[in-house]
Nanobody, 125 residues
Framework: QVQLVESGGGLVQAGGSLRLSCAAS????????MGWFRQAPGKEREFVAT????????YYADSVNGRFTISRDNAKNTLYLQMNSLKPEDTAVYYC??????????????????WGQGTQVTVSS
């Protein structure tokens, strides 16, 4: 069983920054790819960023590329999402997730088996 707990969300003005964290339980965090997804009100959940188990490979959604950075600290069992130059359209609940049995990153939410409870990010204009 894996537990993922997000933190770091909040209210920020457009142009500001936030850093999300995702703390993972268990001793196997370092062998799995991880991802961040988000869901805005009235919309489907969408991919944001993903990272390989080693941290050496990352992919981003076009909408956040160049503004967001995904990273991980395997010694601390923690995943991060640094969000800069935030826009009102970034407002959503952000979720971290663990790849199902794979060290590679993935943009496909169906390839993830454990999810956190989510953290709200609100960007005001």
């Amino acid at each position: 069983q894996v537990q993922l707990v997000e933190s770091g969300g909040g209210l920020v003005q457009a142009g500001g920054s936030l850093r999300l964290s995702c703390a993972a339980s268990g001793r196997t965090f370092s062998i799995y790819g991880m991802g961040w997804f988000r869901q805005a009100p009235g919309k489907e959940r969408e991919f944001v960023a993903t990272i390989s188990a080693s941290g050496g490979i990352t992919y981003y959604a076009d909408s956040v590329n160049g503004r967001f950075t995904i990273s991980r600290d395997n010694a601390k069992n923690t995943l991060y999402l640094q969000m800069n130059s935030l826009k009102p359209e970034d407002t959503a609940v952000y979720y971290c997730a663990k790849r199902e049995g794979d060290s590679r990153p993935s943009k496909d939410e169906l390839r993830y088996d454990y999810w956190g409870q989510g953290t709200q990010v609100t960007v005001s204009s």
